[in-house]
C-alpha cells in the first residue's frame, strides 16, 4: 500500500464513508465495511479515526464542505443583487439535484446522532456548521458587493439554513422541482429585501 499523508488519509476514508453510508444507510456502515470501500486495513481506519463520533463529524464537514465550496464559487458579484443571491441559492440547488443521497445521508446522520446515546452533540455541531456557513458565506457577499444588512448576521444565517434545510428534505420526499425554482424567487426576493448597499459615509 502507498504511503499517504494522514490528512489525506483522512480525506479518503471520510470520502468512502459517505458513499458507504449513502449507498447503505448509517446504522448499516460498520468500519470494516468504509476500510474496505476505501480500500485500506482496518487498522489504517483506527489510526486516522480514534471513534465513529469522529468519523461522523468528519462526514458532516465534508458534505457541508461539498456544496459550500460550488456556492462560493456562485455568488461572485453580478449586475445585481438578486441576480447574486439567485445564483447561490441556484448552485446549491444544483448540488441537491446531483447529489440527492449525499443530502438524504445529512438526515439520518442527523436522527442517528440524536438516537444514540453519547452521540447527541453532533447532532448539533451538524447545525452550528449549517449556521457558521452561511455566516462565511454573507461575509464574503458583503465584503465583495459592500452591502449592509437589516437583520443581525447570526439570525439571516440561522434562517437560511432552516430554511434550505426544510425546503430540501420537502424536495426529496415530494420531488417537485418547479415549484422548487419558484419558492427559490420567493426566499431570493425576502433575502434581497434584508440587504441593501452600505450608506456612502459608512455609517
Same mark, same amino acid.
Given at each position: 500500500m502507498a504511503r499517504m499523508p494522514s490528512a489525506d488519509r483522512r480525506r479518503q476514508l471520510t470520502e468512502a464513508a459517505i458513499r458507504a453510508m449513502t449507498r447503505d444507510g448509517v446504522a448499516r456502515t460498520t468500519t470494516r465495511s468504509i476500510a474496505a470501500e476505501a480500500g485500506v486495513s482496518l487498522s489504517v481506519f483506527h489510526y486516522c479515526f480514534e471513534s465513529k463520533q469522529?468519523?461522523?463529524?468528519? %462526514?458532516?464537514?465534508?458534505?457541508? =464542505?461539498?456544496?459550500?465550496t460550488v456556492v462560493k464559487q456562485a455568488i461572485r458579484p453580478r449586475p445585481t443583487l438578486r441576480e447574486t443571491v439567485r445564483a447561490g441559492f441556484q448552485a446549491y440547488w444544483d448540488h441537491v439535484? =446531483? /447529489? @440527492? #443521497? &449525499?443530502?438524504?445521508?445529512?438526515? &439520518?446522520?442527523? /436522527?442517528? =446522532?440524536?438516537?444514540? !446515546?453519547?452521540?447527541?452533540?453532533?447532532?448539533?455541531? /451538524?447545525?452550528?456548521?449549517?449556521?457558521?456557513?452561511?455566516? &462565511?458565506?454573507?461575509? /464574503?457577499?458583503?465584503?465583495?458587493? $459592500?452591502?449592509?444588512?437589516?437583520? @443581525? %448576521? !447570526?439570525?439571516?444565517?440561522r434562517y437560511l439554513a432552516a430554511m434550505t434545510d426544510g425546503l430540501t428534505l420537502s424536495v426529496l420526499v415530494l420531488g417537485d422541482e418547479t415549484a422548487t425554482k419558484e419558492i427559490l $424567487?420567493?426566499?431570493?426576493?425576502? %433575502?434581497?429585501?434584508?440587504? #441593501? @448597499?452600505? !450608506?456612502p459615509d459608512g455609517t
Open positions: 469522529a468519523l461522523l463529524e468528519s %462526514v458532516i464537514e465534508a458534505i457541508t =464542505a461539498h456544496y459550500v439535484a =446531483a /447529489q @440527492p #443521497g &449525499e443530502h438524504m445521508l445529512t438526515y &439520518e446522520l442527523t /436522527q442517528y =446522532a440524536l438516537r444514540q !446515546p453519547g452521540f447527541e452533540h453532533l447532532a448539533r455541531r /451538524q447545525y452550528e456548521l449549517y449556521c457558521d456557513t452561511y455566516e &462565511e458565506l454573507i461575509g /464574503q457577499l458583503r465584503a465583495d458587493m $459592500d452591502l449592509e444588512l437589516r437583520v @443581525p %448576521v !447570526p439570525v439571516l444565517a $424567487d420567493v426566499i431570493t426576493d425576502h %433575502v434581497a429585501g434584508l440587504v #441593501g @448597499p452600505r !450608506p
